[in-house]
Every structure is written in C-alpha cells, then in structure tokens.
C-alpha cells in the first residue's frame, strides 16, 4: 500500500497590515508570517476585546446613571434639547432682540421667562434665537424683543403668550419622550442646513 502524499499547502498573505508578506502556512489556520506577526496579531486582539468590554462597561454605567437620574434632571435634558432645536431652528436668523448677525454666542431666548411661565418653557413661540448680551446683560432685552416677535408672529399670538396659562406637570416619560423628539428634529435640521 502507497501512503498519500500530503498536498502541498499553497501560500498565503499575512493578514498583518503592516506587512501583508507571503508566506507558506505550516498549519491551516495559520495567518502569520512570523513569531514577529503572530504577536501583532495577538496585541490587535486583545486591544479590540479591551476596547468591547470597555464600551459594555461605559453602556452599563449609561444605563446605571439615567436610573439614578431625577425628574429635575430629566427637566435639565429636556430643556437643553429645545434650546439645541431654536437655535437650529433659527440659525439663519438674526437675534431676535437687537437684529444682528454676530460671531458670539447665542442663546434660545424664552419672551416670559422660564421662572415666571414655566408652562411656557417647551413653547416653540415663545423661545427665539438670542444673542448673549442681549439674554445675559440685557435681561432680554424685552421690548425690542416684543417688537420683533410683532413682526414674527403677529399680534395675537403674543397677546396669547401675554396671556394666562394652565400650569404643566411633565412626568419624567414625556420629558423621556420630548427630549428624543427634540434631539430628532434638531438632527434633521442640521442635515437640512450641511446638505
């Protein structure tokens, strides 16, 4: 009887990016050139399992804190999402206290203040883009803002945010809820603005 002689094992490429040699495998499975690139590899493996269990990790601290998270804290999201969206919003416009287009900071500038109105604070007509100085060293600004949301909006729907309002007691599921659409919408006129 005539053993088989085995198959001549046909070259491969080392699958180490940086060298990417051709070599002639001793075993199957083997993808590496040399000691040199079998360590490479090994390295590349654990930094990718270091860095899986380490966004698992991150994940689950995500997921630790939003629990420990207050209805107040979820206020604060929900309010920093809006602010983000009027200034997407408005951004091709000028603030709407003084009329300039400036390189500063702005702000979503509330008409009644969050204090004094907050049933008002999530209201797309009474929040506009706003310069700092004009938020900050101006206390609003207020009577060029009136004048200026006037001619935006119209006579009646200021006189309606003037008006008196039913308060609001938001349950931390529809500030959840108000925080994800908000972000949305802004995401989307982002898009619209970079295309």
Same mark, same amino acid.
């Not at 040699?21 to 083997?30: G, W």
């Not at 860095?51 to 999201?77: G, P, T, Y």
């Not at 008002?120 to 506009?128: C, T």
């Given at each position: ?51 899986? &269990? ?94 200026? &949301? ?46």
């Amino acid at each position: 009887m005539i053993a088989k002689q085995p198959k001549p094992r046909r070259p491969k490429k080392c699958s180490v990016s940086s060298c990417k040699a051709s070599f002639i495998p001793r075993e199957s499975f083997q993808t590496w050139c040399s000691p040199d690139c079998a360590v490479a590899i090994a390295r590349d493996r654990q930094q990718r399992k270091r860095k899986a &269990l380490a966004q698992v990790e991150r994940r689950e601290i995500k997921v630790r804190k939003e629990k420990l998270k207050s209805r107040a804290d979820h206020l604060k999201d929900t309010q920093h999402a809006f602010n983000a969206w009027v200034r997407a919003r408005d951004a091709a416009l000028p603030c709407i206290s003084c009329g300039r287009h400036h390189e500063g900071q702005y702000h979503a500038g509330h008409y009644r203040t969050v204090g004094a109105n907050p049933e008002l604070r999530f209201e797309p007509l009474n929040a506009w883009k706003q310069c700092a100085p004009c938020n900050n060293h101006l206390s609003g600004n207020l009577i060029n803002y009136r004048i200026s &949301l006037l001619q935006r909006i119209g006579e009646e729907k200021v006189a309606w945010l003037e008006g008196p309002h039913e308060a609001k007691k938001y349950t931390v599921e529809e500030l959840k809820a108000m925080t994800a659409e908000y972000r949305a919408k802004t995401r989307e006129l982002k898009k619209g603005q970079a295309a």
